[in-house]
Nanobody
Framework: VQLQASGGGLVQAGGSLRLSCAASGVLSNYHMGWFRQAPGKEREFVATITWSGVAGYQTSYADSVKGRFTISRDNARNTVFLQMNRLKPEDTAVYYC?????????????????????WGQGTQVTVSS
């Protein structure tokens, strides 16, 4: 499995960016997440989208991005997106996409780094004030 993240860049506060993460080498039943790491800080959870069978897809967001960011996926293209609106300088970080294959764990666990099997290389997002 390989994950290729793209779409980062420099944007002014209040602006928008759309990140993409293309996955190759996967078949089905995978769950995706976005994390970010700012300079001098630990990598933190941003959003996740999981497949729950009867319940369909479920999403979860960090409180800091809820209402501003939207995670979505295009299964036909094995691609997950992160639409980021009303960006703030504190959103500046390297953004990583991640994949968990097989069964989903709890939604709370999907916020943890250890829940994911594969990671992309990261894409830089810089928000100027």
């Amino acid at each position: 499995v390989q994950l290729q993240a793209s779409g980062g860049g420099l944007v002014q506060a209040g602006g928008s960016l759309r990140l993409s993460c293309a996955a190759s080498g996967v078949l089905s039943n995978y769950h995706m997440g976005w994390f970010r790491q700012a300079p001098g800080k630990e990598r933190e959870f941003v959003a996740t989208i999981t497949w729950s069978g009867v319940a369909g897809y479920q999403t979860s967001y960090a409180d800091s991005v809820k209402g501003r960011f939207t995670i979505s996926r295009d299964n036909a293209r094995n691609t997950v997106f992160l639409q980021m609106n009303r960006l703030k300088p504190e959103d500046t970080a390297v953004y990583y996409c991640a994949m968990r294959t097989g069964s989903r764990t709890t939604m709370s666990s999907m916020r943890e780094n250890w829940a994911y099997d594969y990671w992309g290389q990261g894409t830089q997002v810089t928000v100027s004030s």
